[in-house]
């Protein structure tokens, strides 16, 4: 028996070669969207929340990412629950205003980073997502100096966006990057992997009516029975071995504002997983799909011993004495899915920090107006650490940039602007 989220997936696959990667937390996402406001896991210090911010990076045209976003996921959810693409913050507000659960699929992230960037009417959209992002019983917001205020009661906002991995990094600051508005995104990043271009099964819209019936009727039993998610004791021990090494390993000390946030992630993937099981076992029937595409026997993704008879219709969904248990795999796997998504913002972090520390080496000769100064004096102005530096003028000698010469046994830095 195979997972909403592997079904999910392999329905992406049939329609793009985008990476999988992107179909698992964008279906993930989905999930959690349709679990509503009021499901919830019930852990210290409040209760966690199933709406997630998706940052989805990679090459320009190749990696198909907005293919994965708009084409593929946006006609699957329940138009009542679509924000708007393209808004102010006022419009997002107004639009919050009238439906306070929704799922936005944003444009282009560069456009938004450029606007919170420059400090334009696009900086209230990083204040307005900061603070909704954690799911407050009433919102309240006053914009610029409008007496308009706009009042929100229990908004639940998800987020999903794509961006070049150029435009990210062009458009950000290590305010940004450090403060309080991108730790709350999950930013994935895969590298495209070429696949010739085939046909699309006669029955695709088939599988598509499907997947959409089942996140519609999700919606609505969640909208009248939320659910209460609780770590078993084993969940809870696999957990705070996580947070652990998330806080005390000198490997994850640079992304500290990310280790936070990431730690409720973990704890809502794993909610999500059990879900996305859930309707593995008891929704999505092999029989349904063995008639809705014959592709499905040749990716293998059913199991021959399972019997139709033990799975119930999607128009049955019981999630009334469902088990809301969260056991430690469940933990396991959400970590196994989110960790490399860390893994990606230490290297991110790493290259807009060694770009800034260039910076300060750079306008140290400007500032002194000069092209050579002696090596202590440059790290004295500089105001970095010794080891920040020595890897600083390491980088911009193998730039060309940087030259070095020793005279009466003191050494110089020679720059020479590009």
């Known amino acids: ?168 990094k062009d458009n950000i600051n290590t305010t940004m990057l450090h403060g309080g508005f991108l730790p709350r995104w999950i930013n994935i990043y895969a590298r495209p992997k070429y696949r010739r271009r085939g046909l699309l099964p006669d029955d695709i819209k088939k599988v598509e009516r499907y997947i959409k019936d089942i996140l519609f009727k999700l919606y609505v039993v969640c909208e009248k029975k939320p659910l209460k998610f609780t770590l078993t004791e084993d969940a809870l021990d696999t957990y705070d071995v996580i947070c652990k090494d998330l806080e005390s390993n000198s490997k994850w000390q640079g992304v500290q504002g990310y280790v936070s946030r990431m730690e409720n992630y973990i704890i809502a993937y794993a909610d999500i997983l059990i879900i996305s099981d859930f309707l593995g076992q008891k929704v999505i029937r092999q029989d349904e799909l063995m008639q809705l595409t014959k592709l499905m026997k040749l990716m293998k993704l059913t199991n021959d011993n399972d019997s139709a008879d033990n799975i119930n219709s999607i128009n049955s969904i019981n999630l009334v004495n469902f088990v809301n248990s969260v056991k430690s795999s469940s933990i396991t796997k959400a970590w196994t899915i989110l960790k490399p998504q860390l893994e990606y913002v230490r290297t991110l972090v790493s290259d807009i920090d060694e770009d800034r520390y260039v910076a300060k080496v750079i306008r140290t000769f400007q500032i002194n107006d000069t092209n050579v100064l002696t090596w202590s004096k440059c790290l004295q102005y500089s105001h970095l650490k010794s080891r920040d530096f020595n890897d600083v003028i390491e980088t911009l000698t193998l730039r060309g940039q940087i030259s070095s010469y020793i005279k009466d046994r003191i050494t110089y830095l020679k720059y020479k602007a590009k």
Request: proline share 5%; charged share 20%.
């Open 1 to 168: 028996m195979i997972s909403f989220i592997e079904f999910y997936t392999w329905y992406q696959n049939l329609r793009t070669n985008s990476p999988s990667v992107f179909g698992e937390h964008l279906a993930i996402q989905a999930l959690g969207h349709a679990l509503g406001r009021n499901s919830i896991n019930e852990i210290q210090p409040r209760a966690v929340h199933h709406n997630i911010y998706l940052n989805i990076l990679g090459a320009s045209g190749k990696s198909k990412k907005s293919t994965a976003q708009e084409d593929i996921m946006k006609p699957l959810y329940p138009n009542k629950y679509v924000g708007p693409e393209h808004f102010s913050p006022e419009g997002l507000l107004r639009a919050l205003g009238k439906q306070n659960q929704l799922i936005c699929p944003l444009g282009e992230f560069s456009s938004f980073l450029r606007g919170i960037r420059k400090g334009n009417y696009m900086e209230a959209f990083k204040e307005i997502s900061n603070e909704l992002f954690n799911c407050p019983d009433k919102f309240t917001k006053t914009l610029g100096n409008s007496d308009k205020s706009y009042f929100v009661i229990e908004p639940y906002l998800s987020l999903n966006t794509t961006c070049t991995i150029e435009e990210f």
